[in-house]
T-cell receptor
């Protein structure tokens, strides 16, 4: 299996622009998680889905952030408009029946 | 969000030395996990612990689930250069509870 796939691996954008991060979970996994990692706050759970349905979005920082999972093999995390403080590494992880979470390589986002 | 406290925050050791790190929480967890993150990659699961007092090994790595269920320990014996990275503990309040709480991380640097 190819593991969790994320794209792009790196993104540099200007403040105010829309950013879309993409994730393809491991085939057969029914849970998908979006995390954000920063030096100050460590790894934070933003939102997670079960069978494509959002279960808990309490970690989403504010309305500028949104996530969708239109099918079992694809999810997006969108930031609109982006701000410099959104600069971080964003990870997607997937699991089968809420067991071991497997992480993707992450998207390193820099908002200028 | 809630974080687990890990110590030490960073370690500089010589190749061949043993390494010990720990993770503490004010809350009880029923599952403890240890992940390793290498530069530019996502966290990778090393060891999972499911029972208080449990001691589990994975090669040169040994982890223990504290009796109080509020702490966990990770030991690495005879360190080698590829052990370099950031080690994270993670707690899960109930097996099958989807959300993980991550520790603050221990950065391991090995001096040849």
């Amino acid at each position: 299996d190819a593991g969790v796939i994320q794209s792009p691996r790196h993104e540099v954008t200007e403040m105010g622009q829309e950013v879309t991060l993409r994730c393809k979970p491991i085939s057969g996994h029914d849970y998908l998680f979006w995390y954000r990692q920063t030096m100050m706050r460590g790894l934070e759970l933003l939102i997670y889905f079960n069978n494509n349905v959002p279960i808990d979005d309490s970690g989403m920082p504010e309305d500028r952030f949104s996530a969708k999972m239109p099918n079992a093999s694809f999810s997006t995390l969108k930031i609109q408009p982006s701000e410099p403080r959104d600069s971080a590494v964003y990870f997607c992880a997937s699991s089968f029946r809420a067991e071991t979470q497997y992480f993707g390589p992450g998207t390193r986002l820099l908002v200028l | 969000g809630q974080q687990l406290n890990q110590s030490p925050q960073s370690m500089f050791i010589q190749e061949g030395e043993d390494v010990s790190m720990n993770c503490t929480s004010s809350s009880i967890f029923n599952t403890w996990l240890w992940y390793k993150q290498e530069p530019g990659e996502g966290p990778v699961l090393l060891i999972a612990l499911y029972k208080a007092g449990e001691l589990t090994s994975n090669g040169r790595l040994t982890a223990q689930f504290g009796i109080t269920r509020k702490d966990s320990f990770l030991n690495i014996s005879a360190s080698i250069p590829s052990d370099v990275g950031i080690y994270f503990c993670a707690g899960q309040s109930n097996f099958g509870n989807e959300k993980l709480t991550f520790g603050t991380g221990t950065r391991l640097t090995i001096i040849p």
